[in-house]
């Protein structure tokens, strides 16, 4: 996934257990109105409400771990009433919108069995962010602990594990569909595909942290193209959600490789891949002193339909060389998602250490920045 989240998992590597238990009360605000669906505009170009037709800019935070690094899944039951207290956290931050990341084996637990405790804890999910007033960007498919993935998953052949991604979205698209909340469903996080003449022997592209955050969908090209290949993944599974909801937006987010390879060209966006992807989502790092860089991958992936930088954050260039990158993509872009592990700006505030000092001066810049964001609510 993120530097961002890889270098936490390694600042997280001492923080004790007590730190789980010094959550600070906060205060719970009234529930919120009725949230209306995003849509795309008619010029193709923004999000607007559907019911008021005004522009919608998405201020939001990516909320897969918390700060000990344990994924949703891992605490969505038993410790339930800290995921409501962090959604009311987000909220009161200025966030309209939350990205959370669902691992295909807690979803599936068989090739062809979906788990309907954890589809039913999804729907309960869904119930909160609507409750609260936020939209969610629902990714899918993590496979971020790899012990967490079952060994029949990674047997399989690149069509069955397929099958079993389209299972799984059909599954959650069921229990999203008729919610105004669902900003969007991501199909995979970071997906990548083999080298030319190279065959893969594992799905999973690499460890960091005990994580692994991107992954491969083919081991093999066999004589296909890059775009052949990833555009029957991305139809196959838009297939699958549109069987269940017609409705709300389909995206994936990727790796701009403009910024490591100068003239790389979007992949997943490709004309012949990415037609039935609603709008473009790339994960952005800004560098101290290579800005442009930054910029240019933002230009290079402005290609006609919305665009948002799905995770960012200040972690190589600082706070005021991000903000400077945040107003110069404004034009391009129409919303940014960071971060949020659980811990309130006072808690990160009242712990001495780097990770918290890092995690406090986000959480700062992103309360302060918000009002500029979205200053009306205009996502009611």
Same mark, same amino acid.
């Given at each position: 996934?993120?530097?961002?989240h890889?270098?936490g ?14 959550r ?6 009234a ?14 170009r ?9 522009r919608v ?5 990516n ?11 891992d ?13 009311h ?24 069995? /979906? ?11 869904v119930?909160?962010?609507? &409750? %609260?007033? =936020?939209? *969610?960007?629902?990714t899918g498919?993590?496979?971020?602990h790899?012990a967490?993935?079952?060994a ?9 594990r397929?099958?079993?991604?389209a ?13 105004p ?9 970071e997906?990548?595909l083999?080298g030319?003449?190279? /065959?893969e ?6 460890e960091?942290?005990g994580?692994?955050?991107v992954? &491969? %969908?083919s =081991?093999? *090209?066999?004589g296909r ?12 599974l ?7 909801d017609?409705?709300?937006m389909i ?9 490591t390879f ?18 473009v989502?790339?994960? /952005? ?7 442009d860089?930054?910029l240019?991958?933002?230009k ?10 799905e995770e960012c954050?200040p ?8 903000d400077?990158?945040?107003d110069?993509s404004?034009d ?12 309130t700006?006072?808690e ?6 780097l ?8 959480l700062?810049?992103f ?10 609510e205009?996502?009611?």
């Amino acid at each position: 996934m993120s530097l961002l989240h890889r270098v936490g998992c390694i600042l997280a590597i001492g923080v004790t257990a007590w730190l789980g238990s010094c959550r600070a009360t906060s205060p719970m605000p009234a529930e919120a109105p009725s949230l209306q669906r995003i849509v795309v505009s008619q010029d193709g170009r923004h999000f607007v409400g559907e019911r008021t037709g005004q522009r919608v800019v998405i201020w939001g935070v990516n909320y897969d771990h918390d700060h000990e690094g344990r994924l949703l899944e891992d605490y969505w039951y038993d410790q339930w009433p800290i995921v409501v207290e962090d959604f009311h956290e987000i909220k009161a931050l200025g966030a309209n919108a939350v990205r959370v990341h669902l691992q295909v084996g807690r979803f599936m637990i068989g090739p062809d069995a /979906v788990n309907e405790r954890a589809i039913q804890q999804l729907a309960r999910l869904v119930k909160l962010a609507e &409750r %609260i007033g =936020l939209y *969610l960007d629902i990714t899918g498919l993590g496979c971020y602990h790899k012990a967490d993935v079952p060994a029949w998953y990674d047997t399989l052949s690149e069509h069955d594990r397929w099958e079993v991604q389209a299972t799984f979205w059909q599954a959650v698209a069921g229990v999203c569909a008729d919610s105004p909340t669902i900003f969007c469903y991501d199909l995979m996080n970071e997906p990548i595909l083999p080298g030319r003449n190279k /065959v893969e022997t594992d799905w999973l592209a690499g460890e960091f942290g005990g994580k692994h955050f991107v992954q &491969r %969908i083919s =081991l093999d *090209l066999a004589g296909r193209t890059r775009q052949q290949v990833a555009g029957a993944w991305v139809n196959r599974l838009t297939k699958a959600i549109r069987s269940r909801d017609k409705r709300h937006m389909i995206t994936v987010g990727v790796i701009p490789w403009v910024m490591t390879f100068p003239g790389a060209r979007p992949l997943f966006y490709d004309d012949a891949v990415g037609a039935g992807l609603d709008f473009v989502s790339i994960h /952005v790092y800004p560098r101290k002193g290579e800005l442009d860089s930054a910029l240019n991958a933002v230009k290079v992936f402005d290609l006609g339909k919305p665009l948002v930088i799905e995770e960012c954050a200040p972690l190589y260039c600082g706070r005021e060389a991000f903000d400077r990158f945040v107003d110069a993509s404004r034009d391009r872009a129409d919303g940014y998602f960071g971060f949020y592990w659980g811990r309130t700006l006072a808690e990160c505030r009242a712990d001495n250490t780097l990770r918290s000092g890092i995690m406090a001066d986000w959480l700062d810049y992103f309360q302060t920045k918000s009002p500029q964001m979205i200053p009306a609510e205009d996502s009611r």
